[in-house]
C-alpha cells in the first residue's frame, strides 16, 4: 500500500485525490462514464497495465470537514468514509471464503467543493449479469442452482452474524460459470444474536420479494432457502 496524490479527469473536470492503495503507474488518468449503479452513485473506468478497474466515486451529500483534517490525520478520515466501510464489508466476506472483487484501495478529494466525497478502485468483473437481470436470462435449472449458491452464502454470513445491510439483487452478479460475486459490500458483524437475528430475517423478506418483485417463482425461492 502506498500513499500517493493522483489527477482524475471525471467528465472533462480535473480533480486532485488522496489516495491509499496498489500505486498507479501515472499521476494524471482519464476516467470514462460507464453506467450509474445506483442513484446517487456512478461508476467510471480506467485502463492500465492489469487490465480495467472500476473507479467508484461517492456523491457528496454535504461539504466534508476542513482540508486541514484531510492533510493532518489522512488515515483517521479514509476509514470514515463509504469507500472505507465497503472495504471493511469486503474483507469480511472474502475471510469467511465468499467470493467478492479485489479492492485497489480508496482516496478522497482534496478540494472540500468537488462533489465526489470518496473514491474506491476494484476489479472490474467482465460478463457478468446482476442476479436482479438473471430471471429470464437461464433455464430453470441453472436458476435454482444460482438460487441455491446465494442462499448458501448468506447463510455462512449468517453463521458468523455478518448483516449485510441493504442487501438487493443487484449486489449479486453471475458469472458465465454461474459463480457468485458479492458487491457493494456495506457489511458489519454483529455481536448480539437476537439483533442479529431479527434484522437478517427482515432483511431476507426484503431480498425475496426483490426477487419475486424481478420475475422470480416464489416457491422455487423457498425452496432453495436452506433448512437450518
Not at 478540494?111 to 449479469?129: A, D, G, K, M
Request: hydrophobic residues 35%.
Amino acid at each position: 500500500m502506498t500513499l500517493q496524490i493522483i489527477s482524475l479527469e471525471i467528465d472533462n473536470k480535473k480533480h486532485l485525490y488522496f489516495w491509499r492503495g496498489k500505486r498507479f503507474s501515472s499521476n494524471e488518468l482519464t476516467l470514462t462514464l460507464s453506467e450509474v449503479i445506483k442513484s446517487g452513485n456512478t461508476s467510471h473506468f480506467y485502463t492500465e497495465e492489469h487490465g480495467k478497474s472500476l473507479f467508484k466515486l461517492f456523491k457528496t451529500k454535504q461539504h466534508q470537514s476542513s482540508i486541514k483534517i484531510f492533510t493532518e490525520n489522512i488515515d483517521k478520515y479514509l476509514w470514515l468514509t463509504s469507500a472505507a466501510k465497503e472495504l471493511n464489508g469486503n474483507k469480511l466476506l472474502a475471510d469467511i471464503g465468499l467470493s467478492v472483487p479485489e479492492i485497489y484501495g480508496i482516496g478522497f478529494p482534496l478540494s472540500v467543493t468537488n462533489s465526489y466525497r470518496c473514491l474506491l478502485v476494484q476489479q472490474h468483473l467482465p460478463n457478468t449479469t446482476a442476479l436482479k437481470f438473471y430471471a429470464n436470462k437461464t433455464t430453470t435449472t441453472k436458476l435454482k442452482n444460482v438460487l441455491n449458491k446465494v442462499f448458501s452464502d448468506m447463510w455462512k454470513m449468517r453463521h458468523h452474524n455478518l448483516f449485510f445491510r441493504d442487501m438487493r439483487p443487484v449486489d449479486v452478479l453471475i458469472d458465465e460459470g454461474q459463480n457468485i460475486h458479492w458487491v457493494d459490500t456495506r457489511v458489519k458483524e454483529i455481536k448480539s444474536n437476537d439483533h442479529f437475528n431479527k434484522l437478517f430475517d427482515k432483511q431476507l423478506n426484503i431480498f425475496i420479494n426483490d426477487l419475486v418483485n424481478f420475475g422470480f417463482n416464489k416457491k422455487d425461492i423457498i425452496r432453495c432457502i436452506p433448512n437450518v
